[in-house]
């Protein structure tokens, strides 16, 4: 059983940055790919930015050049380094892992991320 868990979602006024971190466990997990989906009040689940591990990253155009997506090997680890929010970055962050061979796909819980004054 794989478990995905996020974290680093918070309240952040416009201009601001903040850090999500995602981590994805299991026993047999080996990861083929990590990234970062989220979904606003009323608005359908979107892409947000994933990294292959045998790849490189990509972007959603709305957050290129503000968001920086990276990954830690050994702990199965990544993270969404977001500056320069803006409001309409307000959504529940989720982490999606997608593991090599068969190609499973496990969701995390969600994290708030909320960008107001």
């Known amino acids: 059983q794989v478990e995905v868990v996020e974290s680093g979602g918070g309240l952040v006024q416009p201009g601001g940055s903040l850090r999500l971190s995602c981590t994805a466990s299991g026993r047999t997990f080996s990861p083929y790919a990590m990234g970062w989906f989220r979904q606003a009040p009323g608005k359908e689940r979107e892409f947000v930015a994933t990294?292959?591990?045998?790849?490189?990253?990509e972007y959603a155009d709305s957050v290129k050049g503000r968001f920086t997506i990276s990954r830690e090997n050994r702990k199965n680890t990544v993270y969404l380094q977001m500056n320069n929010l803006k409001p309409e970055d307000t959504a529940v962050y989720f982490c999606k892992a997608q593991s090599a061979g068969w190609g499973s796909i496990h969701w995390g819980q969600g994290t708030q991320v909320t960008v107001s004054a």
């Open positions: 990294m292959r591990w045998a790849g490189g990253p």
